[in-house]
């Protein structure tokens, strides 16, 4: 399999996991789908770290993975929290900081 | 860092009694009296004792300026303005008056604002004043000067306009403020006119605006050309219109008299004694400019010699007793711009320090008289105060001899140095205005003395009750002043009378101005010196026996002569052909097309509620996108990216 | 330029370590029951630790010559050291704020560890010259802000917020990495000054439009850390929502870093650098000042246009920042020496004035718990300390607008001065237009401040002379250094050195 194999799957995933970010509602999900956003970019760089024959790319994807695990342990804390009050995790429940409209 | 202290010293005066203006106003409470005397007199009189004591050695004989650097103040690419402080015996003389007599009007202006509601807001103003025009004077650059001179504007605005209840006193105010800003353009394209030329050239870390190095490079500035004419001349033309409107020059003159406006203590202290001379000031800073642009001169001696005859003939029919002395400012200050014409740099400056004892003698003087009135001004409603105001009346009188020339008081000596140089330079007909401005000064003065203080009371019975003399912080203002004004002379004691020409050869400016064709005459000089006596004693003389009685007399007279005195008393109509030829075409073409068309459809309805529509249904339109939900944001932040790649691409 | 090894590059990095010994020491200190009562003990350290590691920042700027550290990871020039020098200050008075706000009243020492970690983080992404460290230290940031944005667990303002920072937060810098990935697959390198020679060295190789894409979304990263508009939506409602001082401090420390790696990437990786001329020349093919431009115009007018409409204290400040951003940014876009001062200038007159607005905001909200721009109304007449706060809230909005004389002018001018060197004469234009609208806003404070009747009669209540004393000196630093900012440019002027090759 070449390079292009490898970036067109990791296109793929990121690009799902955005989608998912943008369609879905329930909050888990939407985390989720950071998640498959960020193992798209690890796909991609460890792809292209092989390609290059440099092994940076296969450190960052390491530090990805430590950080994608840090951004959810804070994201499902607050998830948690939220879920506590409103018994619910639609993130269309959480619109009380907006502009108001006057005119 | 002492020079700063002068300057700062009021500004902290400004600040603790502005702070406190401000907190008594929002909550309503009183002024602490003892707290604003303290620090608005007590903080001005410690400048005074520096500035005296950085001034004594300059005064002993001193030649190398003091200069200080406080900070680099504008950096941008090669221009480089330093913020710098700069004594020498022309500053030195400056700040002794401006904190000199500044202090003891404050002194004297606790007297007279007592029980006015504004009193903290005043001595605020008044400290900032001082403030201001100590940066002018002691400035070591222009852009730093005209920081000055703008603060000077505002706070002489601030105090004309200081019971602006009263529409007529705000309107003079904003009078005075528009004119001068009409020369401060002026001014202003004066230093731009100058980075031009000298920044191109200018030398790593070079302060461009500095006096000093511009002096160093006139050999640059003076065969250089703007718009085909010799830069020298157009420069000191441009700052000349800055030094019109500030010093109340023809044709910009028009608002100092309605400047009476303010209390008379700031009458006395910015639109008497420094202010209005900020433009002698800038003269005779720039002296070596000047004497490169012989035209120029020529133009400010004609404007200067005229001033003093044109304000000298209106003051002789004025009633109210602060506008005859505001005319009669207006034709001093004309008299030291005629000294400047003629090269006379020194002596403009003399007569602007004799000028400043007794003219703020005069105005305290006059306040002393309205405040003893219980505020009437009018001089037909005056007459026989001498005894009721002793120490007023006594120090008026010395003030008033002081003005009109006579000797041996101060007034004679600078004036007559004027005139004397102005003839030896060849001016007879300036020489004759001048004396025939001498002879107008004389007679106003003498007639506002009598009118005021001789002859039989014209007093209302109501005022009469209240007639008394000011308190002693008052008269020891008037009494130093007119001393002052009586002695301050001597230190320009001609050489054909035995002096040393004292304050001439201690200024020494202008290098061209000790010109060879001054060669002493002096049977001439005395000749002269005798002519121009002759003349005030007869203008005394004139006046002694026209009002020594009050005004029905002449009255009678002046009926006789209705046309001229129409004329006089109508000031030669200016304000009204100000208003026919500037000021009305102006409003109806603002009205008819400004106003209607431009301001109300284009303006209003186009750009203003038009645009504030649009801009305010944009606005909802973004507001509307900000909906607080989340994935939506995540949307728009991916559309954003899009959108971006998408142009990007294209191009 | 030499690239130090670990060993050697220790020293540059020991302000860093001391403020993390500090954080753990908090942490020990903690664990003592005795000192863990004291409300005082963690913010006193973290205090101490802050000022520390400024004045050891100072020392060693003077001490150490520039150097590139760690391998290549991090970048230690006069650059990296203003914004030590910046971050440690607004870490200080975040802190000082968080001592005096109500909101923040009882909050455990998670609070002042999550500040220091904060600011840890934003000096190292000031420095960093590695697409990894990039990413790492922009998440140290923003991880840790999440937190703190969140730290009110009662209030459900608080973690809306925290919710909606996190969730944009986290694809923002997603979609960056990705960016980040692309870069480094077209280029092979991850180090920033080593991208940049390859792009010189291959002007219109393979890869230009992959490498479009990836630029792109980098600058997408940026421009959320930054609140650039578009990538600004999580801004008002995340600074309405957190507590007073954090939104305080998140307006100023990490949006000066999320300049401070702009700028860098900007002008090392996107740009050649002639030291002999002074001249940033922006590369062929690669030019993002046109873009950054577009950034600048919709971030200046939106943030200006919305902030009319805003009645919440907060909000108003959050688009108020947007709008100063974008003031920033037109000076950054023109890609010279002059605008590279004139935004470390402008950032520093920012910090002096927004922390000083949000002072007095925070004084407001404590003394009429409303955050409704209303609660300013009759300010000036309220008892307390009422005349004073007004006047200086007057002198901060003054300054916002850049009306001499005042700081905010002079930043102002700096900014406008290096546009129009760069000939960009319609982006000024646009930016004095937008301060014209801005006029607007920042007035109606001060005219509910003046000329409105409180609508009630609580008093400010200001106790002490600290707090007002440190408002009031941030007031007199406004107009001072509106008057007197020659050391500040020449600060300014050895700070804007990035280290290139």
Known sequence: ?103 | MTLAWIILLPLLGAIINGYHAMSCTLRKQKVITGMVNFVGVGLPFIAFLIALSQGIPFILGAEEPLRETLFSWITVGNLHIEAGLCLDRLSTLMILIITGVGTLIHLYSIGYMKCDPGYAKYFAYLNLFLTSMLILVLADNLVLMFLGWEGVGLCSYLLIGFWFEDKAKAQAGKKAFIVNRIGDVGFLLAIFGLGVLLLPGISEGASIFNFEYIESKMSLIAPSTIFWMSSPIILTLLLFVGATGKSAQIPLYVWLPDAMAGPTPVSALIHAATMVTAGVYMIARLDFLFDAAPATLNVIAIIGASTALFASLIAIVQNDIKKVLAYSTVSQLGYMFLAMGVGAYAYGVFHLMTHAFFKACLFLGSGSVIHAMSGEQDIRKMGGLKKALPITSMTFLIATITIAGLPPFAAFFSKDHILWKTYSHGHTVLWVMGLLAAFGTAFYMFRLYFLTFTGKSRVSEEAKAHLHESPFNMTFALVVLAVLSAVAGFLGLPEVLGGHDWIKHWLNLGAGSAKAHSAHDHAMELILMGVSVAVAACAILLAFLLYRNGLEGPERRARAMQPIHNLLTNKFYVDEIYDAIIVRPIRSLSQSVFFRVVDQKLINEVFVNGSGKVLSWLGSCVSRIQNGFVNRYAFYFLLAVSVFLGIWVIN | MQVLDNAASFQYFLPEAILGLTLLLILILDLNKELSKSRLIAPWTAGVGLVLYIVVALALRVQLPEAITFHGMMANDAFTDFFRVFSGASALLAIFLSMHSKELEGVKIEYWILILGITLGMPVLAGANNLLMIYLAMEMVSILSYIIVGYLKKSRKSSEAALKYVLYGATASGIMIYGLSIIFGVSGTLDVLEIQKFLVNNPVGTGRIALFVGLVMTLAGFGYKISAVPFHMWAPDVYQGAPTPVTAFLSVGPKAAGFAILLRFTYTALAQFNPETGIFTPLKYLDITGLMAVLAVLTMTVGNFLAIQQNNTKRFLAYSSIAHAGYMLIAAATLSSLALQGVLFYLIAYFIMNMGAFAVAIIVINATGSEELTAFKGLAKRSGGGALIALLMMVFMVSLVGLPPTFGFVGKFYLFMSVIQAKLYWLAVIGMLNSVVSLYYYMRVVKHMYFDEPEDDKSLGLKGFVFPGVVASLGLATVVLGVYWGPIVTFVQESAQLISK
Do not use: P
Request: hydrophobic share 60%; charged share 10%; proline share 0%.
């Open chain 1, 1 to 103: 399999m070449s390079l292009a194999h490898y970036l067109t799957l990791a296109i793929a995933l990121f690009t799902i996991g955005l989608i998912g970010v943008v369609l879905r509602r329930n909050l888990l999900v939407a985390f989720m789908s950071i998640e498959l956003m960020l193992n798209g970019v690890n796909l991609s760089f460890i792809a292209f770290s092989r390609y290059l024959g440099d092994m940076q790319g296969q450190m960052a994807a390491f530090f990805i993975v430590i950080l994608a695990a840090a951004e959810a342990a804070v994201g499902l804390a607050i998830i948690v929290l939220l879920f506590r009050r409103q018994g619910s995790v639609q993130s269309n429940l959480f619109q009380n900081l907006k502009d108001r409209i006057e005119v």
